[in-house]
């Protein structure tokens, strides 16, 4: 099969697009023909090395994937070939027969070869059917970003009718899912974002109630002139969505209000930032960490898209071939909202290849 690989981690130089020969079903897997993969930050970080993470080589990148069910081990039920499924990328464990919680994590694109790829084989429990309404490339942006969002904004934020919610890095997948979530449940949402450009489209096709262009303002001082006031004064959001870390860190603190509470999922600016307590302890705010999702979020974000509650936007698809130019798009932050590879494998059978 075609695929994007890497055989060593380092710069976006160290990817290939190339022939890899095809890994053999397993009981209890499936083989998914690749539709669509959204690409996600966590791509950047798996090619890039991260510590504490022992990659695999050679690694195919891509966590999140969609398509149609190609082949099949004999021992599956309950599907069929040509079947339209999404992969959710994490197995907790490691072969199909052993149920033990304890085994390690399998995680496609990361542990496991993910979705730059013709081809990517899962098991059966890792799926989930695509409705009719809901096309392969809007289901693929689903698990990473928004799956994330999810849990970190309807789970772990309790997010309620009538809170302010400030939404940083709201131009990227998560952002975009977490300022449709707050906004669905009837919140006054602020998104943040770094250009003029981009918050006019989180105005135009997320309906946020009001924007922060932190290359021209400070969120801090914005957070002031929105709310009436700073953390101990009266003024602040009920809730800051943090995905960002670094410099934000702080910051993000400082745009709460007394009693507030802040919820993070990811650190793309910075993982070590400094902290100044006082406004914790003196705020009493609340630091709620969320990490990754559950199936059956990403289960309930196709039923929000089939019932045309949800839409994530994608700002740019790349056929396979492409891939490599995408992930570059991805790391240059040249598109709004997702990236999405498309691919066209076909099924594969006793008969031969045929396409759906």
Known sequence: MKAVVIDEQGDVEVMRYRDIEM??????????????????????????????????????????????????????????????????????????????????????GDTRWGGYADYVVVWDRQLIRIPESVSTEVAACLPVAYGSAYRMVMYHGKIEAGDRVLVLGASGGVGNCSVQLAKSVGCFVVGACGSEARCRQLKDLFGVDETINTAEEDVVKATRRLTGGSLLRGGGFDVVVNSQGGEYWAKGLRCLKAGGRMVTNGALSGFDPPTDIRYIFQGE????????????????????????????????????????????????????????????????????????
């Open 285 to 356: 705010l609340t630091i709620q960490g969320s990490n990754g999702w559950q199936h059956e979020d990403v289960e309930n974000l196709v039923g929000l898209v089939a019932a045309d509650k949800l839409k994530p936007h994608i700002g740019a698809t790349y056929p396979l071939e492409q891939g490599i130019e995408a992930h570059k798009a991805l790391e240059e932050r040249k598109h709004f909202g997702k990236i999405v590879i498309t691919g066209d494998a076909p099924i594969l059978s006793t008969t031969g290849p045929h396409q759906p």
């Open 23 to 108: 890994p053999v079903l397993e009981s209890g897997q499936v083989r998914i023909a690749m539709r669509a993969c959204s690409l996600n930050y966590h791509d950047i970080f798996t090619r890039r090395g991260m510590p504490g993470v022992r990659t695999p080589l050679p690694m195919i990148l891509g966590c999140d994937c969609a398509g149609v069910i190609a082949e099949m081990a004999p021992d599956v039920q309950g599907w069929a070939l040509g079947d339209r499924v999404l992969a959710d990328p994490i197995s907790r464990f490691s072969t199909h027969e052993d149920p033990e919680p304890s085994m390690p994590i399998k995680f496609l």
